[in-house]
């Protein structure tokens, strides 16, 4: 789970607590994470931190409340999406496919669904995608559902062909053998630099999102997260 930066969209609200650690309902969100987690069968969890770590180990703690066992990476200095799976390669390389997930999004995917998917397909990444019009960076996805290009900043022309634009919704699904693929120096990105790259050497596919999702980038989105766990459009997992 990668939870290592520093929030800076979300202002005062990250200025003494990371965002994972940001409280929804009756928990933080990284705890809302680990109990879906935990509830869907997954047990060993790394958690990747860099600003205000302390926050983020005291209330997780080893996860066992969550019913996980949690292994932490800290980064003295950000390695990006990718870099940061890279430095857990000891750790994500036993097994054959692993799952990576941003640490602020509120998600009651099953994702034991989609890595079942991903198995079947034979994939090296499955990314779980959602619709969103505006956004600016698109992911074309063909009838079989095979990423065919990431696009960065579309112009108008672009939009147009594109009218239901796919999106990258943060969770995915990564055979071991990605790790090779990611730089081994300095920090970077596993949209840009991995499987960006990797598209037409490997199959990368897409995966549409069929439960609650909500990044929080912002304080709006913070708030319509909120929301979403009061109303019940999110479905918290049970307690362990």
Partial sequence: MLCAGHG?????LTREVPKPAL?????????????Q?????????????HFKPEVIEAHVGDGSRYGVRVRYAYEPA?????????????????DEDFVVLYG?????EDLGRMVARHRERGAAATLLLHQRHGSNSLVQMDDDQRITGFIERPDAEARARHPFPWVNSGAQVLHRRMIALIPEVGPSDLPRDVFGPAIGRERIEGYPLTGYRCAIDSPARYDE????????????????
Avoid at 25 to 34: M, N, S, V, Y
Avoid at 104 to 108: E, F, G, I, M, R
């Fill in 104 to 108: 602020d999004l509120l998600l009651d």
């Fill in 37 to 49: 987690l935990g509830a869907q069968g997954f047990t060993d969890v790394a958690i990747n931190l």
């Fill in 8 to 12: 800076t969209r979300l202002g005062e």
């Fill in 225 to 240: 997260a909120r929301a979403g766990y009061a109303d019940g459009r999110y479905r918290a997992a049970r307690r362990p």
């Fill in 78 to 94: 950000l390695l990006g999406t990718a870099g940061a799976v890279r430095n857990l390669a000891d750790f994500l390389g036993r």
């Fill in 23 to 35: 409280p929804i309902g009756d928990d933080a969100l990284i705890g809302h994470t680990l109990r």
